[in-house]
Structures are given as C-alpha cells and as structure tokens.
C-alpha cells in the first residue's frame, strides 16, 4: 500500500546496476510531491524506514546524479532527521522508537555535521535496552516476535557503526548477545 511504496524499503531489490536513473526520477518525484508534511507519509515509522532504506542505498541512489539533484536529495533526507530528531519525544511506542532511533543513527554517520544525531540515537537506545528489555535480553513484552523486530535493528545499527569504523558501545554489544541466546 501507500506506506510500503512511501517507506522505500523496495529499493532492496532493484538492480543496482541498472536502476539508477529511473531510481533518481523517482525520488525527484517524490520530493517534489511531498516535502512538506502529510501525516501518513510523514509518519514516523514510514519516515524512518524511508531515510534508513535511501542511506543504504545512497550509493546507486546519487551515482551519476546531477548536482542539483543530489543537493535535493541530501536536503530532503537532513529535513527529515530534523522531524524525527524533533519528534521523538512523543512517541512512545517502543517499536517506532527503534525505527527512529536507527534512522537518526544512521544520519549522524553518513552526515559528520549531523553528528549529534548518532549521539542522541546512542544515548536513547541505551535507555531504551534499560527500559524494554529484562536482564536477559528478552523484551518485557514477553513477545518473541518483538525480540526478533528489535534484534534486526539493533545488529542493524552494529553493523553501520563498525562500517562508519566507530567504536561500538558495549550496551549494543551486550544486548546483540543476550538477544541472539534467547531467540536460540
């Protein structure tokens, strides 16, 4: 439906040698159309899933781009961190917040300037492993398709911050661990 194409978690089966252009006009599009705010497509889960899936796929999105198009597009996803870096304290669904989190994260790296972004992505996701997640690693929930979505996101993150070459925080490493053992 509209919040899968709006997510763009899509882009991870397109060919990535032969997309780029018809990817490029895409966006173009999509930018044009929805910059400002629309509730649905401006939702925070969709919006985080959107600029996860365009800065990891940022290689085939701005390969052989335009200049103007590339500047565009790097302004859009920056706009979109600031909505989510400015709204994250309303939301209190600990699923979207991980969503978010990651989102930001991922932004900080790519974007040395938006360092406080990582910063901020680090500092709640510590909280939210005190907050959401027994001593064993296990969501409060009790729900083990909960323990699944968060591990997806949290080796996520591990992973772009150890590509980014930066020292993973031992939270991250600890809770990876203790999630893995209990979905084994």
């Known amino acids: 439906g509209e919040k899968e194409r ?20 895409i966006i173009n599009i999509w930018m044009i159309k ?4 629309k509730k649905n497509i401006w939702d925070s889960s969709v919006l985080s899933k959107r600029i996860i899936s365009w800065l990891l796929n940022v290689d085939i999105i701005l390969n052989n781009g335009l200049f103007e198009f590339k500047k565009k597009f790097l302004d859009s996803i920056v706009s979109q961190s600031n909505h989510l870096k400015r709204n994250i304290k309303f939301e209190k669904d600990y699923s979207k917040r991980i969503e978010i989190l990651t989102a930001l994260l991922l932004s900080g790296l790519v ?20 907050d959401y997640f027994d001593e064993d690693g296990f969501p409060l929930t009790r729900n083990p398709s909960d323990l699944i979505f968060f591990s997806k996101y949290f080796i996520l993150c591990k992973e772009c911050i150890q590509d980014a070459q930066q020292y993973v925080p031992e939270f991250l490493e600890t809770i990876i661990d203790k999630n893995l053992i209990s979905i084994k």
């Open 6 to 25: 709006n997510s763009f978690l899509w882009l991870n089966l397109l060919d990535r040698k032969n997309d780029g252009r018809s990817l490029q006009k």
């Open 34 to 37: 929805h910059s400002k705010y």
């Open 111 to 130: 974007f040395k300037e938006y360092i406080e972004n990582y910063d901020i992505a680090i500092k709640e996701l510590e909280k939210l492993v005190k």
